[in-house]
């Protein structure tokens, strides 16, 4: 995951919606200033908003960008299958053959 860095130097981060028994709602984002107490480590992971982003749309035609992207999906210990979904999430694929296909083109 990584955050978007809006001009005005507030970052806008992933959030995930949790119910009050724990249970995962859905995801979402959150905008967060320098007084929040996790900005620096999101500012470490931040990229600068560009003018045709939409707020949760990744950098697609960056090779870099989808490498790293696959490489710490893994180093934080996601399995295959977790990978593919989360990809598939981040990049409002279809379906997981969508997804499986986009991470096998990235893990090379």
């Known amino acids: ?6 001009p005005n130097g507030r970052l ?3 959030v995930r919606v949790k119910s009050e ?7 979402g984002s959150e905008e967060i200033g ?14 600068p908003q560009r ?5 949760d749309a990744p950098p697609l ?5 989808n490498r790293r992207f696959v490489t710490y999906l893994r180093e934080q ?7 593919v979904r989360e990809v598939r999430l981040e990049l409002d694929l279809p379906d997981d053959p969508a997804a499986r ?3 096998e083109e990235w893990s090379r």
Do not use: F, K
């Open 1 to 6: 995951m990584y955050a978007i860095r809006l």
């Open 12 to 14: 806008i981060i992933p």
């Open 21 to 27: 028994d724990g249970q995962t709602v859905g995801d």
């Open 34 to 47: 320098p007084d929040h107490p996790d900005y620096a480590e999101w500012l470490a992971d931040s990229r």
């Open 51 to 55: 003018p045709d982003d939409s707020r």
């Open 61 to 65: 035609g960056d090779p870099d960008w």
């Open 77 to 83: 210990g996601y399995g295959d299958e977790d990978v």
């Open 101 to 103: 296909a986009w991470v």
